[in-house]
């Protein structure tokens, strides 16, 4: 277990640094730069802050300059807004968090449930509408999910508040993060549970009189968790990371926004703290999929 996780450990470093290059190099390869904005610069102004910024030198030496710092905790600061990166960040994910870690949570119990239920009723109506709405909320976008919410119970309805930080508000926001995921775990758990349902084992222990509660919770439902524990890590990150839509929908001030604002405004150093942070917190989800997998199914090796 130890070889396995320094050896991905060892991956993502590698994976992380490749992510770094790719990332610098297409924002400089880009015309303009982070000054080039609607306020006019004399031609001595832009010169002090290139120099100021290093960004008079070569792409590669920046770059050079950029990993040496990032080797000693130094992120930077930002290029528009002088603030430290750091701070932004950690800032900002605190909000993006607190969305998104409700919204996975309620994805997870509530996709969990409902296709064990669509599993164990199998072609009755409860799994029939299961699928349906499943299939409807896989096929329907997050940010017309939000759309809809936003004019329903903020417009219409007027239960809540257009733009307000209360935390009961909360509530629509992550409706519309967890709808997708929940309607894919759902399918998942289904599929998996049914498969699990027909192995000879299961036809043994009912066989045996164990009780039907015993055999859905300890063997049929633990052993069809695995497709779904690949599937949370890459969704946990893409909850917390991808929420811009929605973030902008509700008026919440996330990290997804930052990223987006960094972008338009050529903000290297932003973009490049802000891929690191993102890049790093979906290596970490996926390490500890892997981890879980040995735990949920100890006949799981690592090779």
């Known amino acids: 277990m130890l070889k396995y996780v320094l050896k991905r450990i060892g991956l993502a470093i590698v994976s992380l640094f490749i992510i770094c290059a790719i990332t610098f190099f297409a924002m400089n390869a880009i015309p303009g730069g982070p000054f080039n904005g609607e306020k006019a610069k004399t031609?001595?102004?832009?010169?002090?802050?290139?120099?100021?910024?290093?960004?008079?030198?070569?792409?590669?030496?920046?770059?050079?300059?950029?990993?040496?710092?990032?080797?000693?905790?130094?992120?930077?600061?930002?290029?528009?807004?002088?603030?430290?990166?750091?701070?932004?960040?950690?800032?900002?994910?605190?909000?993006?968090?607190?969305?998104?870690?409700?919204?996975?949570?309620?994805?997870?119990?509530?996709?969990?449930?409902?296709?064990?239920?669509?599993?164990?009723?199998?072609?009755?109506?409860?799994?029939?509408?299961?699928?349906?709405?499943?299939?409807?909320?896989?096929?329907?976008?997050?940010?017309?999910?939000?759309?809809?919410?936003?004019?329903?119970?903020?417009?219409?309805?007027?239960?809540?508040?257009?733009?307000?930080?209360?935390?009961?508000?909360?509530?629509?926001?992550?409706?519309?993060?967890?709808?997708?995921p929940m309607a894919y775990i759902t399918r998942l758990t289904k599929t998996s549970m049914l498969d699990v349902l027909g192995q000879d084992y299961i036809r043994t222990a009912r066989a045996k009189g164990v009780p039907a509660l015993k055999v859905i919770f300890k063997h049929a439902l633990r052993n069809s968790l695995i497709p779904v524990i690949t599937y949370v890590g890459p969704m946990t990150a893409g909850i917390l990371t991808g929420s811009l839509v929605i973030e902008k929908i509700f008026t919440i001030g996330g990290l997804g926004s930052k990223f987006v604002d960094c972008i338009t405004k050529r903000d290297y150093t932003?973009?490049?703290?802000?891929?690191?942070?993102?890049?790093?917190?979906?290596?970490?989800?996926?390490?500890?999929?892997?981890?879980l997998y040995k735990i949920v199914d100890p006949r799981i090796k690592f090779e």
Not at 108 to 133: C, E, H, Q, T, Y
Not at 146 to 169: D, H, R
């Open 43 to 180: 031609e001595a102004v832009l010169e002090v802050l290139n120099a100021r910024y290093n960004l008079d030198k070569p792409v590669p030496v920046q770059f050079y300059y950029y990993m040496r710092n990032l080797l000693h905790g130094d992120m930077g600061v930002s290029l528009t807004t002088g603030r430290d990166i750091k701070t932004t960040i950690f800032e900002s994910f605190g909000i993006s968090a607190k969305l998104g870690i409700r919204a996975v949570i309620v994805a997870l119990i509530f996709g969990i449930i409902f296709g064990s239920i669509a599993a164990l009723m199998r072609n009755k109506l409860p799994d029939r509408l299961i699928v349906f709405f499943s299939t409807l909320a896989t096929a329907m976008p997050s940010f017309v999910l939000g759309s809809w919410l936003l004019l329903i119970f903020c417009l219409k309805l007027k239960w809540v508040p257009v733009f307000s930080v209360q935390e009961q508000n909360i509530v629509l926001p992550v409706i519309a993060l967890s709808l997708y």
């Open 270 to 291: 932003m973009i490049m703290g802000t891929t690191i942070f993102l890049a790093t917190l979906m290596v970490i989800m996926n390490l500890i999929c892997d981890i």
